[in-house]
């Protein structure tokens, strides 16, 4: 017996031509270099994101080319997003904050043959233009400055082109639509391909009620940059249920962010904890210091991850109204693998403890935790091991990267390299990177909570824990910590505090170093590679 069904490929394009033609009312709102704001409606977008593929068709476009962007986040941005693999080509977003050797060696191995780019980024192009030779380059004219004639006009390309009469090419729903570059914090960077499926299945997983829980009727706010897997795929979430969209720009600073908030009051937000972390301190001291100059939009949701999510930061913004729901997972995993969603039917403390940690498995995804011993760990919340994971918006490899032992086990498995444990309710919670968990006499000590307890301490802003290598012990903990102004702690106290927050003797950390803030990754992240150079010993 065979199924009934169509054999209909999932397919990008049907999401936009979902929101041209349901919502073309509906509106997308950009921040703009000058900080004014830029409104297109859904109509808009649909037409400029097909004159988009057209205008690629018409410079010489063929299946599977990839694009790459270097972008803020913007509407033009997420015309990419679609334009792009609606042409047939395959999105590849920059990470803008990267050293131009870096950027130039990432779009060299991708084999990128456009460049899409703000014009406020062509200092950054240049520093890296001579390392990889795209074949065009088309600017965006974001601030509205004349582009220069040695390039291409994105806006002129748009005007010419033919939106009403282009027609999507024929794909397969396995074809590429878009790739994303690890971090390769362990040797170079390595190419991550997604699909027209993978990202279809992803971005309705996405919108489940338990996880982004994205209507219609939402405004979303990502701040996460839409090169960091790409917005976490919130951006095609948003254009398949028609959600209003406010993105931000350039502008990040907590202020810009305060400010756009108070103009465009969004019901869901997106991005890594530091970036909230500034933000609810810039906004507390605001309340004192000059209060009624900005409100957080009460019952606004913010999807948080990237990294471990402290208990103490989802407390200080619930006491304003706002949850932040935790989401765990990698550029390899589309990213969202699991997702802590709010407890309803449980205590105050239940509820933070829970919120706190990555939370349950999305569906679709397999997740089990292996032990060095290559056993499943019991799901009993304290048995810890490597977190892998399976799926149809999983990696099964890298682009061009032969597949490793290191990466893939023998069955098909993704490594995570993230250690966690899972407890009997399916919640898992993240204890650290492999490479960052302190190994003390045989015993394994985690960085992540020990920094999620001194982070609840009053005096203390920031606090990064690395491992020091010790001849007894082997490795031992050394705490970085950044006060908050005017603010103290001795290392008693901090021991103190720690001791009250359950850990035993031998976990506290040997030494306490005092520091201005925590060095940031390019995608915002605590760097502790940057603590450890600093603090070999
Ligand atoms: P990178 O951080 O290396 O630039 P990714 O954005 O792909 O690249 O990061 C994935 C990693 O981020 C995960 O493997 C994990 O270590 C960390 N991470 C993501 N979400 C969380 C979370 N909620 N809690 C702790 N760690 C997280």
Redesign the pocket.
């Known amino acids: 017996m065979h199924a009934t069904m169509m054999n209909v490929p999932l397919s990008l394009n049907h999401l936009l031509d979902r929101a041209g033609h349901l919502f073309p009312e509906n509106k997308v709102v950009s921040r703009l270099p000058d900080k004014t704001l830029r409104t297109h409606t859904y109509a808009q977008i649909h037409r400029r994101t097909r004159a988009l593929a057209s205008a690629l068709q018409k410079l010489g476009i063929r299946k599977g080319d990839r694009v790459a962007t270097l972008s803020w986040n913007h509407h033009a941005h997420l015309e990419c997003y679609f334009g792009i693999p609606a042409a047939g080509g395959v999105m590849h977003t920059l990470n803008l904050r990267l050293s131009p050797d870096e950027i130039g060696w990432i779009a060299g191995d991708a084999q990128d043959r456009f460049l899409i780019v703000d014009d406020v980024l062509l200092p950054l192009y240049k520093q890296f233009a001579h390392l990889h030779k795209f074949e065009r380059v088309i600017v965006f004219p974001f601030s509205g400055a004349p582009v220069a004639a040695e390039f291409d006009n994105y806006e002129t390309k748009l005007a010419g082109a033919a939106p009403d009469t282009f027609t999507y090419p024929a794909h397969d729903e396995n074809d590429p639509v878009a790739m994303c570059y ?2 390769g ?1 362990t040797g170079r960077p390595k190419g991550v391909v997604y699909s027209h499926r993978s990202t279809v299945l992803h971005t309705l997983v996405g919108c489940l009620a338990e996880n982004w829980g994205l209507r219609t009727s939402d405004v979303l706010l990502p701040v996460t940059p839409m090169f ?2 790409n917005c976490w795929g919130l951006p095609y979430g948003a254009v398949m249920m028609g959600a209003k969209l406010v993105f931000p720009g350039p502008h990040l600073h907590p202020d810009d962010l305060l400010d756009l908030i108070k103009a465009e009051p969004p019901t869901l937000s997106v991005g890594v904890p530091t970036i909230w972390l500034g933000l609810i301190q810039r906004f507390e001291r605001a309340l004192t210091e000059e209060p009624g100059r900005w409100q957080l939009p009460n019952g606004m949701r913010s999807m948080v ?5 402290p208990e103490s930061l989802i407390r200080a913004f619930d006491r304003h109204g706002v949850w932040l729901q ?6 390899e995993t589309s ?1 969202l693998a699991t997702v802590s969603s709010k407890v309803e039917n449980a205590g105050e403390a239940e509820r933070f403890r829970r919120a706190a940690m ?1 939370g349950m498995p999305v569906p679709l995804v397999d997740v089990r935790i292996r032990t060095e011993d290559g056993s499943d760990a019991p799901h009993d919340g304290t048995s810890m091991g490597e977190i892998q994971v399976r799926g149809p918006f999983i990696t099964g490899s890298y682009h061009e990267v032969p597949v490793a032992a290191d990466k893939f086990t023998a069955d098909g498995w993704l490594r ?3 250690v966690a444990t899972m407890d009997p309710q399916g919640f898992v919670r ?1 204890t650290d ?1 492999t490479k960052d968990l302190i190994k003390s006499g045989g015993e394994w000590i985690s960085s992540v909570d020990l920094e999620n307890a001194l982070m609840a301490h009053p005096a203390i802003v920031e606090a990064a824990v690395i491992a020091i290598p010790n001849e007894k012990w082997s490795e031992r903990p050394l705490a970085c910590v950044a006060m908050k102004p005017g603010q103290n702690a001795t290392p008693a106290e901090l021991g103190a505090h720690l001791l009250k927050h359950g850990f035993a003797k031998w976990q506290l950390p040997d030494r306490y170093e005092v520091i201005d803030a925590v060095p940031r ?1 390019s ?1 915002g ?1 605590f760097w502790k590679l940057k603590l450890r150079e600093r603090f070999p010993r």
């Open positions: 690890t971090s914090t960091h897997a991850g990237g990294a471990a999510v935790q989401g765990w997972g990698m550029t990213p990555a995570t390299g993230d993240i990177r990754t995608t992240k």
